[in-house]
């Protein structure tokens, strides 16, 4: 009796604290540290919903309930990450391309693992975080491949940079937004020019990254339409950081979850893994396929998507705002 007893005592403590924490993770929009712990709503969900079955095979019945209720409220909070019928009604014969994105890892020394694998991707756009003097020779080995490239200045742990063997669109723009993780490129795709961009933002609260939304707000808004965007973004899909950047670019993040970084808390606990590493697509583009790919020599995956474009109409040509000034590269 007594064991049974402390049993439901700390179930029911269990599922009030992890119940605590699915819900407080909800409130990202409003409260910065929710933000951070949305990077665990999914494990959160996982241990509410295991609570909930307990607890109900314990009968208990009303904390089951509750338990359930919170388990419901977690998986409606990772709605963006469900998969959606991207595809549907998109024509089979329609163009289509194929992108990488990747962390290489500062602390990279696989380059020629990278470019191996980027050339066996058949990829069309590659975005890459954490490019420094040392992991940039992955450009080096793959300027043949594809010569349309920018890199833009290392901040802290590397710079961000794009490749793709695309045609630059007519004007041949490219940029990089200084001191802000961020870099673009216009190129044509299916006939239609794309602006592309690459990002690496800050880890979240306490640290900063909505002071970097903040300050790279105004130029996603100005990046000449539809904006295909991929990153690093140190945030989990459905987090108030991810919807700020799409809001801000029209886009909408590939729905799936791919856990493509592990956190290691300390030497002696197992590593939780999470999703932050995303693709961001445009309305009338389609991410057919999206996948984790390998990370050689990297402490993140890689993200490959297949995306179809819109079948090429001179009347569909997309438009767009101008370059942002501070950005443009001549």
């Known amino acids: 009796m007594v064991f049974k007893k402390n049993y439901r005592m700390a179930l029911a403590a269990a599922s009030i604290l992890t119940g605590g924490l699915t819900l407080f993770s909800l409130l990202g929009p409003w409260v910065p540290l929710a933000d951070s712990l949305a990077h665990f709503r999914f494990h959160l969900t996982v241990l509410i919903t295991l609570a909930s079955v307990l607890l109900a095979l314990s009968r208990a019945w009303q904390r089951a309930g509750l338990a359930a209720a919170v388990a419901v409220a977690g998986v409606a909070g990772m709605a963006p990450a469900f998969p959606v019928w991207d595809a549907a009604g998109v024509d089979g014969k329609a163009p289509s391309i194929t992108m990488v994105q990747l962390n290489l890892s500062f602390r990279n020394s696989a380059q020629g693992a990278v470019a191996d694998f980027i050339r066996a991707e058949n990829a069309d756009i590659v975005t890459l975080q954490e490019v420094t003097a040392k992991t940039a020779k992955v450009m080096e080995l793959l300027a043949a491949d594809y010569p349309s490239q920018i890199r833009c200045d290392a901040w802290r742990v590397g710079g961000p940079a794009i490749m793709s063997r695309l045609p630059m669109a007519p004007g041949a723009a490219k940029g990089c937004i200084k001191g802000q993780g961020m870099a673009w490129m216009r190129v044509m795709a299916g006939g239609h020019p794309v602006s592309v961009a690459s990002l690496h933002l800050h880890w979240p609260y306490p640290f900063a990254q909505a002071d970097q939304i903040d300050r790279l707000e105004s130029h996603l808004k100005q990046l000449p339409r539809p904006v295909l965007l991929a ?73 490959v998507a297949r995306i179809s474009l819109p079948v090429d109409k001179a009347s569909d040509r997309a438009q767009g705002p101008s370059a942002p000034r501070d950005a443009r590269i001549n």
């Open 231 to 303: 990153g690093d973004f140190n945030a989990a899909p459905w987090s108030h950081a991810v919807d700020r950047i799409a809001q801000a670019t029209d886009t909408d993040v590939a729905a799936g979850l791919r856990f493509s970084f592990d956190i290691k808390f300390n030497s002696w606990a197992p590593p939780i893994a999470v999703p932050i590493d995303h693709i961001l697509v445009p309305e009338g583009l389609a991410s057919l396929d999206v996948r984790l790919g390998p990370g050689p020599g990297s402490d993140h995956l890689s993200v």
